[in-house]
Structure formats: structure tokens, C-alpha cells
């Protein structure tokens, strides 16, 4: 069963940049597609990036598209998100998990703590 452990989030700054890890200490990550998601303050769970189980393909939320890059080692049971030109609207607390392969938002794995993003204008 996959269980997932995210880090990485922190303070930024406007237009800089933080990369999160999520590492699975199950034994079964490399069989399973991966995304990240963001809860911001009073708001609802969204999906940001998704990636494929070998790597391909990847797919990005609109407002993020262009400005993050989700990446995985499989070597490593580890997927991350390079997060680059922060926005304060990127402030949230990031989750990963195991997706299912025909739907980005169909959760294949129980959610983690999660890691803190705050981005201060």
C-alpha cells in the first residue's frame, strides 16, 4: 500500500522558488500514476500536476502550467514539484498521492500531513 510522506514547503517570497518531495515508504510506487494537490486557506482540495507512473505523461492545472514542473524517481519511491515564480495564490498546504490512470482527480491512496507553502508578496 502506498504511504506517503510530503516535504519541502517553507516561507517564500514573491517570484521565488521551493521544490517539494513526497516519498512513499510502501512498496508499490512505481505501478501508480501521481499528483499533487493544494488546499488553500477556506477553500476545497485541487488538483495542480500529475504525472505518470514511468514518468509520462504530465499534466498541469491551468494556474500553474508554464511556472511548476512535476518530476518522479522511481529508484527513489519519490515524486517532486519543482515550484518556480510563486505567486501569493500559491500559498497553501500541498498533498500528493497515487491517482488513478484515466482521472487525475480519482485518489488511488490515503492522504498524508501534507507540507505548508506560504508565499508573502
Known amino acids: 500500500q502506498v504511504q506517503l510522506v510530503e516535504s519541502g514547503g517553507g516561507l517564500a517570497q514573491a517570484g521565488g522558488s521551493l521544490r517539494l518531495s513526497c516519498r512513499d515508504s510502501?512498496?508499490?510506487?512505481?505501478?501508480?500514476?501521481m499528483a499533487w494537490f493544494r488546499q488553500a486557506p477556506g477553500k476545497e482540495r485541487q488538483f495542480v500536476a500529475g504525472?505518470?507512473?514511468?514518468?509520462?505523461?504530465?499534466y498541469y492545472a491551468p494556474t500553474v502550467k508554464g511556472r511548476f514542473t512535476i518530476s518522479r524517481d522511481n529508484a527513489k519511491d519519490t515524486v517532486y514539484l519543482q515550484m518556480d515564480s510563486l505567486i501569493p495564490e500559491d500559498t497553501g498546504v500541498y498533498y500528493c498521492?497515487?491517482?488513478?490512470?484515466?482521472?487525475?482527480?480519482?485518489?488511488?491512496?490515503?492522504w498524508g500531513r501534507g507540507t505548508q507553502v506560504t508565499v508573502s508578496s
Open positions: 498521492a497515487a491517482v488513478s490512470s484515466t482521472n487525475w482527480n480519482v485518489i488511488r491512496s490515503p
Open positions: 510502501g512498496r508499490t510506487f512505481g505501478v501508480y500514476h
Open positions: 504525472v505518470g507512473s514511468g514518468g509520462t505523461p504530465t
